[in-house]
T-cell receptor, first 112, second 115 residues
Framework: GENVEQHPSTLSVQEGDSAVIKCTYSDSASNYFPWYKQELGKRPQLIIDIRSNVGEKKDQRIAVTLNKTAKHFSLHITETQPEDSAVYFCAPSFSGNTPLVFGKGTRLSVIA | KAGVTQTPRYLIKTRGQQVTLSCSPISGHRSVSWYQQTPGQGLQFLFEYFSETQRNKGNFPGRFSGRQFSNSRSEMNVSTLELGDSALYLC??????????????FGPGTRLTVT
């Protein structure tokens, strides 16, 4: 099965700084790469995703980059704000026949 | 559109009992996945149902089971509860199987405490 690792497990940044979270996966056939955000006491929500035929995708202050050769993809958050404080999960998948496998999460704290 | 709903929201059971949790997906969604969330372990996949068929099962003991009804509502059952089953149980619905690149919409979860 797919092995997924996220680094770092915790991250503290000053407000306005950038944050980068990396997700490494084992299945070279994986073709779908989403990131979910879970605020304290709330449900996880998809914030951005990318497919294997695209190297980078941006949505305002967040971006995801994919390196298929090295089998990792990263979440980039620029100009961080206190509301970015949450746990972020990556969940790569191979196909519709296999479920998403979530990483263990990265707790991001943005210090005002 | 109404979101994913889960009932009950909170549950306290004792060891050895069994429990049934319910999940109602977003209207039109045919795929329902269940996850166990505990501190430090992230979201661990339990099972996924699509059109009343179990498509995938995670690495959990046979005490964990589930089913999906014709209206896409899903239930999961845990028999012979153990202290280690205390967790937040999340369900998520999507238009089609989750691995196919369809966004998963999560419910609020059921907080199960086993004493």
């Amino acid at each position: 099965g797919e092995n997924v690792e996220q680094h770092p497990s915790t991250l503290s940044v000053q407000e306005g700084d950038s944050a980068v979270i990396k997700c490494t996966y084992s299945d070279s056939a994986s073709n779908y790469f989403p990131w979910y955000k879970q605020e304290l006491g709330k449900r996880p929500q998809l914030i951005i995703d990318i497919r294997s035929n695209v190297g980078e995708k941006k949505d305002q202050r967040i971006a995801v980059t994919l390196n298929k050769t090295a089998k990792h993809f990263s979440l980039h958050i620029t100009e961080t704000q206190p509301e970015d404080s949450a746990v972020y999960f990556c969940a790569p998948s191979f196909s519709g026949n296999t479920p998403l496998v979530f990483g263990k999460g990265t707790r991001l704290s943005v210090i005002a | 559109k109404a979101g994913v709903t889960q009932t009950p929201r909170y549950l306290i059971k004792t060891r050895g009992q069994q429990v049934t949790l319910s999940c109602s997906p977003i209207s039109g969604h045919r795929s329902v996945s269940w996850y166990q969330q505990t501190p430090g372990q992230g979201l661990q996949f339990l099972f996924e149902y699509f059109s009343e068929t179990q498509r995938n099962k995670g690495n959990f003991p046979g005490r964990f089971s589930g089913r999906q009804f014709s209206n896409s509502r899903s239930e999961m059952n845990v028999s012979t509860l153990e202290l280690g089953d205390s967790a937040l149980y999340l369900c998520a619905s999507s238009l089609a199987p989750s691995g196919g690149g369809y966004e998963q919409y999560f419910g609020p979860g059921t907080r199960l405490t086993v004493t």
